[in-house]
């Protein structure tokens, strides 16, 4: 071999090492554009769930992402689930620490579910979450403004699989599909067991009609929202 090739191919090999994201444990996917394609975010209440293992291993599958509205409990019982979240690519968001509804209790009490669950989730999984979604999905202006303190929209769902209440693995596929359309942002249970069995074939249906399913931040890139705001912003909610 050459000087002169060797020396080419040793710029070769540093131009790939610095390839962007070539280091990082999970490899970079192409980004999605949501204004050019058709995009739904997943998102998945009050775990890591018991099921959420099996979940991962769904999504992975189909290279499909999700966000994951965890409440610090779990994080704490469960933390295996929330780093191959975090490894695996999936949106961690602040689902407060025990489901308190913040609507019903003290300035200081929501501030420590948050914080305490912002603490457990980044000691956990080195990632900080930026999205708050409040248990029950119940916000007030008090709860608008410790959102906003912290830094963080409040993000509600379009649309329910009503996945806890049927507990039925058709009628979770019928419920998801009916709310299914571009933009939205369907709730979801990884303490369900149907709603994680309904997976595999939900995931193709929706990436059959076209769906990319991706992150809640990814969805939302457009809404330059502030912290604070509410989306989608519930019928009689003022600010
Ligand atoms: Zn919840």
Redesign the pocket.
Known sequence: MSRYFASLLAIAVIAVTLTPGAASAAPKEKEVDCTQVKCIALTF??GPGKYAGELLDTLKKHNAKATF?LEGQYVKSRPAFAKRMAVEGHELGN?SYS?PNFTTIGPAAIRSEIQKTQDIVKQVTGVEPKLLRP??GMADLQVSDIAAEFGMPMILWTGGSRDWESKNEEAIKKQTLAVAKQGSIVLMHDWVKQTVDSMPSLIKTLQNKGYHLVTVSELIKDQKLEPGDIFPVPEGWEK
């Open positions: 209440d009050d509205f689902h489901h248990p029950y």
